[in-house]
Each structure stands twice: as C-alpha cells, then as structure tokens.
C-alpha cells in the first residue's frame, strides 16, 4: 500500500520533479558563496538559473504532439470587404460576419474581414479589394456602397473567384446578390456553403 509520501511522488509531473532539482541546487549553490562578491555573484546565478527553470517548466508543456482538439481548417477562403466600421454589432457588416461564422463551423471554411479604412469611395476601396485577390480568396462579400461598386467591377475579371454582394445590383455567374434584412446572415452561410461544396466536387 502507498504511503501518502509515496502517493505524492508517485503524483508529481516531470516539470516539478525538475525544478525540485534545480531548487536543490540553487540552494547547494547559494550556500557555498560566501562575501559580499560571493553574495552578488550567487544572487546573479540564482535569477539566472531560475529564469531557466520558468522557461523549462513553462517550455515542457508545449513539446508533444498538437491539441486534438485544435480546430482544423480546410485550404478555404471566404474575405469580407467593409466599410471603416468593421463589423461592430448594428452594422450593416455584423450579419454579413455573423453568416460567415457560421459556414465557418459547419464547413470549417476560414473567415477573415478587411475594414476600408479612410475616404468611403470606390477609388479607395480598390486596393483593399485587390488585397484579398492577391491573398486568393475563394469567396469575397462586400458591404457597403463602394465596396460592392468595386467587387462587381472586380468580378468581371476574376471569374474564378465567388462573390457575394449585399444590396448589390450586378448579377452575373459568379456573383450572388444578397439582400439586407432579416434573412442576410442565412443567405450568406448558404452561399459559402455552396461554394466549400462546388470546391470539392
């Protein structure tokens, strides 16, 4: 039968075992130090030696395999385009993301907003939308007036790229027009969705 000593150590993880050791140690150190010179050299190595026993301690956790838990997400893209207001809640673009959030979970789609930051208009908004041609986004959604003007345009010329465009007027093979309202967050999960599905087919 075990001792509850022997329980204990039979309990303790090899980070603590580790830095009992290096405890012991310090201590052996710290004694054999004697003066003032002794007195401030030992107390360098102690915080020396015991910045290394933080980072072995802290350090040995993260070695092994990654947390199977760890969200894995598939080689997809979906970027929304915004005004300066981002996604706050009771802006236009808080349905659009909150449609995108979820395609995300059940597709495991990644999701990410670019907010068009400065003057509102389409010449602005253009190389924000060109940024996220250049990250190669599978699915770009725009809110907002010169942020949809500029994904219609910009559509045109990438038919390989799905968009979704709220409010928007341009209806073409690879652009979806969605409506604001009550039902924009479904009409945007079920876009995305779509387009994870036509990805894999």
């Known amino acids: 039968m075990k001792t509850r000593r022997a329980w204990r150590q039979a309990g303790e993880r090899p980070e603590s075992r580790r830095a009992a050791r290096l405890g012991r140690s310090l201590a052996v150190a710290a004694g054999s130090l004697r003066g003032r010179a002794g007195w401030a050299a030992g107390s360098a190595a102690v915080l020396v030696l015991g910045l290394v026993a933080v980072w072995l301690i802290l350090g040995g956790e993260k070695s092994g395999p990654p947390d199977p838990r760890a969200r ?117 999960a079920e876009a995305i969705r779509q387009a994870v599905k036509a990805s894999e087919g």
């Open 72 to 188: 894995q997400y598939k080689e997809f893209d979906a970027c929304l385009l915004t005004d300066d207001k981002g996604i706050l809640a009771g802006m236009p673009a808080a349905p659009v993301w909150e449609g995108m959030q979820q395609a995300s979970q059940d597709t495991r789609a990644r999701v990410n907003y670019v907010p068009v930051m400065g003057e509102q208009s389409a010449e602005n908004a253009r190389p924000f939308f060109n940024s996220l041609m250049q990250r190669q986004c599978d699915v770009v959604l725009a809110v907002g007036t010169p942020q949809v003007e500029v994904t219609e345009a910009g559509a045109k010329q990438h038919p390989k790229v799905r968009f979704v465009v709220v409010d928007g007027a341009e209806k073409a093979g690879n652009v979806t027009v969605a409506k604001s309202g009550d039902g924009l967050k479904e009409t945007v």
